[in-house]
């Protein structure tokens, strides 16, 4: 089953404005991940964002995690054509047993279009 | 780094017959993991090795699918009588055993049941 929400579905913008997306997710987690997914191609890791974080860069993205409302957003900004893709959250899910770096839950995700 | 790779990336076949599909990870990355994607949805865990060891399966997970890693080193999907609703896209990915470290994924092996 899917960890949670993202939002919104769907986003469409013209090339060199910015996209932000949202994730929501249920339990208490180690880390929370965002991949881009090309249609027909695997996942691309984007940034990884720790529990004790709460924001971080990475060139043209910004992710930010609200742990108190288990949910985080990631902003892309000045896009390009090129970052026309499907853009999914996932957690790793705290477990007090196992070692960190377990299974990923995914959201649904966000098919985001950038139109030139 | 030449990147994790799947085989076949399509696969079609008819409803009952058995497939497999492999997985070779990035060399020094001890922990392999297959996930299933659905049209329009997220990626969902079926189960995951650290080296040799099948720590975690999910119950997607039924007795018609069972995965392996002998040696520690590539890995084997197998689905056993298929259904219909096996259909899907069935990536690997693999990782360092660190903690935090991201999962480098395949580019998926593409199921069609007839």
């Known amino acids: 089953s899917q960890q949670g929400e993202e939002d919104p579905q769907a986003l469409s913008i013209q090339e060199g404005e910015n996209a932000t997306m949202n994730c929501s997710y249920k339990?208490?987690?180690?880390?929370l991940q965002w991949y881009r997914q090309n249609s027909g191609r695997g996942l691309v890791h984007l940034i990884l964002i720790r529990s004790n974080e709460r924001e971080k860069h990475s060139g043209r993205l910004r992710v930010t995690l609200d742990t108190s409302k288990k949910s985080s957003s990631l902003l892309i900004t000045a896009s390009r054509a090129a970052d026309t893709a499907s853009y999914f959250c996932?957690?790793?899910?705290?477990?007090?047993?196992?070692?960190?770096?377990?299974?990923?839950?995914f959201g649904g995700g966000t098919r985001v279009l950038v139109k030139p | 780094d030449t990147g994790v790779s799947q085989d076949p990336r399509h696969k079609i076949t008819k409803r009952g017959q058995n497939v497999t599909f492999r997985c070779d990870p990035i060399?020094?990355?001890?922990?392999l993991y297959w996930y299933r994607q659905t049209l329009g949805q997220g990626p969902e865990f079926l189960t995951y090795f650290q080296n040799e060891a099948q720590l975690e399966k999910s119950r997607l997970l039924s007795d018609r699918f069972s995965a392996e890693r002998p040696k520690g080193s590539f890995s084997t999907l197998e689905i056993q009588r298929t259904e219909q609703g096996d259909s899907a896209m069935y990536l690997c990915a693999s990782s360092r055993d660190r903690v935090g470290q991201p999962q480098h994924f395949g580019d998926g092996t593409r199921l069609s049941i007839l």
């Open positions: 060399s020094e990355h001890n922990r």
């Open positions: 339990t208490s987690i180690n880390n």
């Open positions: 996932a957690t790793d899910a705290l477990d007090m047993i196992k070692a960190a770096g377990n299974k990923l839950t």
